[in-house]
């Protein structure tokens, strides 16, 4: 399956083989064939068919979908690109800052992770909306203290390196159910976040590929 092997699971890439082989296969043969509920495959069914990796049409079945016939250039690309090519300006915030001042700039940057840096820029953690929301519920005093406080340390997080490829990046992120990951970088003063890689990233470059693709 090339570069799609990255999000797919055991069960999905077995599907696919089903149906590369039988096609076009209804919901409830692929069931009877894996040994599972029919409702157990809806999402994974879904997701495929997202991916564009398969198709179905009412009263016919599953079969291959047009991003599996695609040409394999755009996976081909995804597999050499480097982290440093995707990434974007994180949104940092000094360690100093208060619970409050975070939240703030959480909506007027609108993002859902903040990443926390010493006065050196040296990278110290993350903080997020949840940790944000854990301290602040019923506490009216708690958004006065410092964001170092109650966040992520570093090297308690999981991070990328600019020369890292994407499709690991990628894989860290879906074995670690994360949005976005820093991209850190050994510097003479220290580790620094250089950037960071997010889930939307991803999605546009995946659908800028395949576009350059068809």
């Known amino acids: 399956m090339g570069g799609w092997d990255i999000e797919l699971s055991a069960r999905q890439l077995e599907i696919m083989d089903i149906v590369k082989q039988h096609a076009p296969i209804i919901g409830e043969q692929l069931a009877e064939m894996l040994g599972v509920s029919r409702p157990t495959l809806r999402s994974d069914l879904s997701l495929l068919v997202m991916l564009g990796l398969l198709d179905a049409k009412p009263k016919v079945g599953y079969f291959l979908g047009?991003?599996?016939?695609?040409?394999?250039?755009?996976l081909q690309s995804l597999k050499t690109m480097k982290v440093r090519e995707v990434q974007g300006s994180p949104v940092s915030i000094a360690d100093t800052l208060s619970v409050h001042d975070?939240?703030?700039?959480?909506?007027?940057?609108?993002?859902?992770?903040?990443?926390?840096?010493?006065?050196?820029?040296?990278?110290?953690?993350?903080?997020?909306?949840?940790?944000?929301?854990?301290?602040?519920?019923?506490?009216?005093?708690?958004?006065?203290?410092?964001?170092?406080?109650?966040?992520?340390?570093?090297?308690?997080?999981?991070?990328?390196?600019?020369?890292?490829?994407?499709?690991?990046?990628?894989?860290?992120?879906?074995?670690?159910?994360?949005?976005?990951?820093?991209?850190?970088?050994?510097?003479?003063?220290?580790?620094?976040a250089v950037g960071w890689v997010t889930k939307t990233n991803v999605v546009h470059l995946l659908k800028d590929l395949v576009t350059a693709a068809e």
Do not use: W
């Open 66 to 74: 047009t991003a599996y016939r695609q040409d394999n250039a755009a």
């Open 102 to 192: 975070a939240v703030i700039t959480l909506f007027m940057e609108n993002a859902n992770t903040l990443l926390v840096v010493s006065e050196h820029k040296q990278f110290l953690g993350i903080v997020t909306p949840k940790d944000l929301l854990k301290v602040t519920l019923g506490n009216s005093t708690a958004a006065t203290i410092p964001v170092s406080m109650v966040m992520t340390r570093y090297p308690n997080i999981v991070t990328v390196q600019p020369d890292d490829p994407v499709t690991e990046a990628v894989r860290k992120m879906i074995a670690h159910q994360l949005d976005c990951l820093p991209v850190l970088e050994e510097t003479e003063s220290g580790t620094e």
